[in-house]
């Protein structure tokens, strides 16, 4: 007989996103994980624990660490670049604003001369999207971050790399983007945003209702897939006992 302890409780969207997050690392192999934003943080840890043993997590300064943030080695500078510009690192990031081709914004909006608001600036952005893969985190999928033109080239998409020629698009990609509704990816002709899968408990049509511009959509769009009763266990007691992705994605 299953007792209680034993018996996993069914997954929050909070965990949802960080199975979704987690699974861009999947099968990467021996790459520095950098996510940005607790949820990533998260699944970049379980994917860690779990799938991806090999890949090198860091605590954003100087040092490797391992799954319980122990230090494990030294990462000095020079290094953390060489992993940077030879492919060498996956980067989540955040995005203001994103649009069908993954152009990222987060620098202003509106004019770049006369900004409506005034946001973090370029940053690595450029450097993060044309030497490594990157994917993005946006815990609030809606039309204000999904446009059809993003204010400002932050992050460059597939469209602004294949017009600046091959030496941009030999380490572009763009893996994923996750939001609190489902997975999109660009596995299209033109590169242009797909719908990939739907958190459980939301439809397509969601999800293009909250998106300012036309999505591809799959004739059957997968959900995504439902943490293990050993992954929940690892998020709920080892990873994230404090309930920190509970703060950064909450039911709708």
């Known amino acids: ?72 080695g030294w990462l000095p500078y020079r290094q953390h670049l060489a992993m940077v510009t030879g492919g060498r690192r996956h980067v989540m990031m955040g995005a203001s604003q994103i649009d069908r081709f993954g152009n990222q914004n987060i620098s202003c909006i509106g004019d770049w001369w006369q900004p409506a608001r005034q946001l973090l600036g370029v940053r690595g952005a450029p450097v993060n999207t044309l030497n490594n893969p990157t994917s993005y985190w946006i815990p609030r999928h809606s039309t204000r971050v999904f446009v059809d033109r993003v204010d400002m080239v932050s992050g460059v998409g597939y469209d602004s790399a294949a017009a600046a020629g091959p030496s941009a698009t030999r380490y572009h990609r763009i893996p994923r ?14 590169h242009s945003m797909r719908l990939a899968a739907l958190h459980p408990g939301v439809t397509a049509s969601q999800v293009q209702e909250a998106t300012g511009f036309v999505l591809t959509v799959p004739t059957d769009v997968p959900y995504t897939r439902e943490p293990s009763a050993e992954e929940l266990r690892l998020i709920r007691e080892v990873i994230d006992p404090e309930g920190l992705r509970d703060r950064e994605v909450r039911a709708r």
Do not use: Q
């Not at 299953?2 to 021996?30: F, L, M, Q, S």
């Open 177 to 190: 983007v996750v939001t609190d509704l489902g997975v999109l990816d660009f596995d299209t002709p033109d």
């Open 1 to 72: 007989m299953t007792t209680k302890a034993t018996t996993p409780r069914t997954a929050t969207r909070a965990e949802h996103c960080v199975i979704a997050c987690a699974e861009a690392w999947r099968d990467n192999g021996e790459v520095l994980a950098s996510p940005m934003g607790a949820i990533p943080a998260i699944g970049a840890r379980l994917a860690k624990r779990t799938f991806s043993p090999d890949l090198l997590l860091t605590d954003g300064e100087a040092l490797l660490v391992g799954p319980d943030g122990a230090p494990e």
